[in-house]
């Protein structure tokens, strides 16, 4: 699985991404939240800090591992505090062209959805305002919420654009069937049968 930003046929944004025609050309980058090398970085910084937390003890990658398709492969997740979520982990990969999160699509926009489990006491568990108040104190982050944001004070609202901005980027391209799609890959006997029951 990609984790990296790439370019798509289409003019390109900040950051360009490229993938098959198989995926579409319908994918979602907000005008307010351009994909940028610096916010994708400082994106994939954040998504494994756990200072997100409120007990400091796990990151969005805790429920989202990249070995698991960013999931975590468990019936409910495990919070900060110990306790289950109500729902398994969603599969983080092709986000860019999802239009509604969650699992009842209750969240238009991935800047939105990112602030849910972040502040929910049962899965990260604290205020953002919290969480940007802690990262203003380290001297890793303000220069690098500079670079990608133009100002060192780091805000609640930087927080969830830089996570987005680089959870857009892990994308799932390469597959067998990706190349199947392309023309590039037989399947065996028993791949062909699942295609066939799409």
Not at 63 to 79: I, M, P, R, V, Y
Not at 96 to 117: I, M
Not at 155 to 169: C, G, H, N, V, Y
Request: proline share 6%; aromatic share 12%.
């Amino acid at each position: 699985m990609r984790a990296h930003p790439v370019f798509y046929g289409q003019k390109c944004p900040a950051v360009c991404f490229a993938v098959s025609s198989e995926f579409g050309s319908r994918f979602v980058i907000p005008e307010g939240n351009p994909t940028t090398k610096e916010g994708v970085y400082l994106g994939r910084l954040l998504f494994y800090e756990k200072a997100l937390s409120a007990n400091n003890n796990i990151s969005c990658e805790s429920c989202h591992n990249q070995k698991l398709a960013f999931t975590d492969g468990k019936a409910f997740s495990t919070g900060t505090d110990g306790s289950l979520t109500a729902r398994n982990s969603m599969s983080l990969a092709n986000l860019l062209w999802v239009r509604n999160f969650f699992w009842d699509g209750r969240s238009p926009a991935l800047e939105d959805q990112a602030r849910f489990p972040l502040t929910d006491p049962h899965e990260i568990g604290q205020p953002l305002s919290e969480s940007a108040r802690k990262l203003n104190k380290t001297t890793l982050y303000p220069p690098l919420f500079a670079k990608a944001f133009g100002s060192s004070v780091i805000t609640e609202d930087q927080i969830l654009k830089a996570l987005s901005q680089f959870e857009r980027t892990l994308i799932s391209a390469g597959s067998e069937y990706d190349k199947y799609l392309a023309g590039n890959y037989q399947p065996t006997a028993q791949q062909l049968k699942g295609v066939a029951a799409l």
